[in-house]
């Protein structure tokens, strides 16, 4: 058990409340039992509170700015403003070209992954299922007409105002080859071997 000689030197950090948990619960132990004790601790608050009233506390509002404003003031060497000069210029720098190849990654990637969707887009027309059949019976009637076999019907190239036969050309009369230019579509016919 402490004596009151021990916890007298610990009564003004147990007012503050710098002690250590054991020892504040020391102290809170012994002036539980000793009036003397609790008497000087009395004290110390009231001489706290007396001095707290007496000179008022400085306002604080722009304090570190302001030291921080005096301390920039300081002479500094060359080299060390020169280095942060040039720190400060590489961060803005570096967080530009950051940005700047992100943006660039971004853009390099949508033409990569947009390209196929764009010329399928670009090809599709209204009837694109259809174009695919028609433009194959145009280039087998194409092949007919070519080799001399006689018919009379007509053909859909004909009738179809989005055909367009730009050159027929082959060697060997059962293989035909068509092209569409506005389409970009070129069919190779070879009719079934036996």
Known sequence: ????????????????????????????????????CTGILADYSTLGRDLRSIAPEPPLAGFSS?????????PQPLLTRIARYLRRQAD??????AWGGAAAAIA?????????????FANRG????????KAEHEAAMAV???????TSEPTMAD?????????????NHSVAVWSEPRRDTTVIWLPDQP
Do not use: K, W
């Open 159 to 171: 009738n179809d105002s989005h055909a367009d036969i730009s050159r027929l050309e082959s060697e």
């Open 1 to 36: 058990m402490a004596e009151c000689g021990e916890i007298g030197m610990m009564l003004g950090a147990f007012e503050d409340s710098e002690l250590e948990p054991n020892e504040m619960q020391e102290v809170a132990f012994h002036l539980a039992r000793c009036e003397s």
């Open 66 to 74: 302001a030291v921080i404003a005096r301390v920039d003031r300081l």
């Open 144 to 150: 007919n007409q070519v080799a001399g076999s006689a």
């Open 92 to 97: 803005s720098v570096g967080a530009g070209l």
């Open 108 to 120: 390099v990637l949508t033409i990569i992954l947009m390209t196929p969707y764009a010329e399928q």
């Open 126 to 133: 209204p009837h694109s299922a259809t174009s695919i059949v």
